[in-house]
């Protein structure tokens, strides 16, 4: 799906090379499909070794990878009759936050989610994923509509934060997020979060609220960002590493301190290696969860929530 290489990918990349080297020279010279049927295992070796040592910053390198799946592409593989809602009602629309009412299964749902885009006119149409204070109200807006009728909410968070800018300080962009939290809290109806690649900072937040969430196996989620930490404490920010790794961003710290419920398991090098894969695991977690959460009356949902909020880091 992606020409993107990591610096620690790059021994993978080495042999990926010489094999697809070896696919052009094999039509005419078959004697050589042996040798990369052994090389295809080779990396295959490889890519489970190296991808089962990451270091947290490493596996923040891979939630920010440019090819790694995001929303939409999510929404196309996962649901049916996608109908994007746009807007506010206040100021305007925000592309870097989509949301909409599809089908899971023949359950209608409301999506919500980040969206970063992929080439440079769309990452500048979508500001990098970066909402203004518009995006988390239309949010607020769906959010209020699924409660109407009792459709679950589910949030795909992707985002390196809320966009910091004067235009966005100027137009209430913590009274939007801190607006979300409260309605979230105690929204009447499901709400089910997949931090799907980079949760960052209150932008991540303001989509996080929710009676499970989940985190893909390389996601993370962090009150800032290893480099604005790093420039904070130590005044680098070639320490975002360190910070990475003092703040427990990966989903394993997350899970252990009670931040995420469940890790879904990434296919081997990655969710950009295989959108389908992952789209599939995702999806189960999904309706098993909204299968688990169907359970409990509304007074106990909402009290479950408050409770395991509560419990966060105890």
């Known amino acids: 799906m992606t020409v993107n290489i990591l610096d620690f990918e790059k021994p993978i990349a080495e042999v990926a090379e010489k094999i697809a080297a070896l696919q052009l020279a094999a039509s005419d010279n078959p004697e050589l499909l042996p040798k990369i049927d052994k090389l295809k295992s080779k990396k295959a070796a490889l890519t489970k070794k190296i991808y089962s040592k990451l270091t947290t910053w490493q596996k923040v390198q891979v939630a920010r990878h440019p090819g790694r799946p995001h929303t939409l592409d999510f929404i196309e593989r996962i649901f049916d009759e996608f109908e994007e809602l746009h807007g506010d009602r206040q100021f305007a629309d925000d592309a870097s936050l989509v949301g909409g009412i599809a089908k899971l299964e023949g359950m209608p749902v409301m999506i919500?989610?980040?969206?970063?885009?992929?080439?440079?006119?769309?990452?500048?149409?979508?500001?990098?994923?970066?909402?203004?204070?518009?995006?988390?109200?239309?949010?607020?807006?769906?959010?209020?509509?699924?409660?109407?009728?009792?459709?679950?909410?589910?949030?795909?968070?992707?985002?390196?934060?809320?966009?910091?800018?004067?235009?966005?300080?100027?137009?209430?962009?913590?009274?939007?997020?801190?607006?979300?939290?409260?309605?979230?809290?105690?929204?009447?109806?499901?709400?089910?979060?997949?931090?799907?690649?980079?949760?960052?900072?209150?932008?991540?937040?303001?989509?996080?609220?929710?009676?499970?969430?989940?985190?893909?196996?390389?996601?993370?989620?962090?009150?800032?960002?290893?480099?604005?930490?790093?420039?904070?404490?130590?005044?680098?920010?070639?320490?975002?590493?360190?910070?990475?790794?003092?703040?427990?961003?990966?989903?394993?710290?997350?899970?252990?301190?009670?931040?995420?419920?469940?890790i879904i398991t990434e296919p081997i090098g990655g969710a950009h290696q295989d959108y389908d894969t992952i789209s599939a695991s995702i999806k189960l977690s999904l309706l098993t969860n909204i299968a688990e959460l169907s359970k409990f009356s509304q007074e106990e949902l909402l009290q479950r929530r408050y409770q395991r909020l509560l419990k966060i880091g105890a």
């Open 112 to 262: 919500i989610g980040h969206e970063k885009g992929r080439d440079t006119e769309e990452k500048i149409k979508r500001n990098f994923g970066m909402p203004q204070p518009e995006g988390y109200r239309k949010a607020k807006r769906l959010m209020q509509l699924a409660e109407q009728f009792n459709m679950p909410v589910i949030t795909f968070i992707d985002t390196a934060g809320a966009y910091p800018g004067v235009e966005g300080e100027e137009r209430g962009q913590s009274e939007a997020i801190a607006r979300n939290l409260a309605v979230m809290s105690s929204l009447k109806t499901k709400i089910l979060v997949v931090v799907s690649g980079e949760g960052g900072s209150g932008g991540a937040l303001a989509l996080g609220v929710g009676d499970h969430v989940a985190i893909l196996e390389y996601g993370t989620y962090s009150v800032a960002s290893p480099e604005a930490c790093a420039s904070i404490v130590w005044r680098e920010s070639d320490k975002a590493p360190q910070a990475a790794e003092a703040m427990k961003v990966g989903a394993n710290d997350l899970k252990k301190i009670g931040i995420v419920d469940e």
